[in-house]
Structure formats: structure tokens, C-alpha cells
């Protein structure tokens, strides 16, 4: 990825967290036509658009760039294996709310999952027992909490885990 191009054609508001198209040469295009379309359509205009995961991506040389590893390439001079959005929204790319953290750490503040049905991560109805069974999952290690007879033991089990594990406060929301 050529950096330097890439800070000559974008620019990144690091209180808005958003990208937006700088006006470009016409030494970069074949044509002056080209050179006026680009730039009356894009210069100016906010850059990226959202993929089918909820991060917005922005398109540089053939390449999609998750906007949130630009941010923080552009602030850090460094790209880390894994960026955590700290409020958990993914649209969210302030420099603020970006942190370098492992798999491990990223995955302790993950949203609630669409298909969870108790309203808690790690808690479910089990309905060979008609209890609530309780887990959690710790780097790739899945570790059973027990079942419960009431939802809000279950609940209180996983939560107690959830703060020995250092689970990040915003893990679980929606």
C-alpha cells in the first residue's frame, strides 16, 4: 500500500471519524474528462461505504481497506493484527474509540449475537433439563457455568465469570 498516495488523495477527520475524497491532479487520470468527473463527483465527498459485516470500507488501488485499520494506521504509523471499536460500533472510527488489542481481548467486547434469545450472552434455555444453562467462552476454551432453575442465577453466574475473565463493560449489548 503506497502511504504516501493514499495521504495525497484522502483525508481522515479524526473527530468525526470519517474519510473524505481530497481533490486529485489530473496527472492521475488519462483524460481531462476523467479529471473533471472524478473530482465534481468525489472531491470533497465523504469516503467508504458500509459491507455486509457493518464496517465501512473504503476502496484504495483495487483493495478494500476497513476504514477503522486506516484510522489507525494513519494516527499509529502501525497496523495491528486486531483493532477494537471500544463502544462496539463499528461505524464509530474516532480515534478515540480505536484500541490495538488481541483476538481475545477484541472478542470480550463483542455485541449481543443476533441470534441469542435470553437477552445474555452465554445463557440458554436447555430444553432436555427446562433449565437455563450457563457458559463462556475464554480464549477458544468453552467452559460450562452449570444450569440453573432460575434465569437470574444463570444470569448472575455468567456476569460474575464474565468480570473474573475481564470482559470488557460494553460486552453483550446490543
Known sequence: MN?????????YDESLGLFFWN??????????????RWNNRYSGKKAGTKDSRGYIV????????K????AYLLKHGSMPLAIDHI???????????LREATASENNKNSSLRKDN??????VTWD??????RCYIRVDKHLKHLGLCADFFEACCRRKAKELAYDFHANHGKA
Not at 473504503?58 to 481497506?65: H, S, T, Y
Not at 476504514?67 to 486506516?70: E, G, K, M, S, V
Not at 434469545?117 to 452465554?122: D, F, L
Request: glycine letters at 6%; charged letters at 25%; hydrophobic letters at 30%.
Open 3 to 11: 502511504l504516501n498516495l493514499l495521504t495525497n488523495i484522502i483525508t
Open 23 to 36: 481533490k486529485r491532479p489530473e496527472s492521475m487520470f488519462s483524460c481531462n474528462r476523467e479529471y473533471l
Open 58 to 65: 473504503i476502496k484504495f488501488q483495487q483493495k478494500k481497506i
Open 67 to 70: 476504514a477503522h485499520r486506516l
Open 87 to 97: 463502544d462496539g460500533n463499528k461505524e464509530n472510527n474516532r480515534i478515540q474509540n
Open 117 to 122: 434469545n435470553s437477552g445474555i450472552p452465554g
Open 127 to 132: 430444553k432436555a433439563n427446562s433449565k437455563w
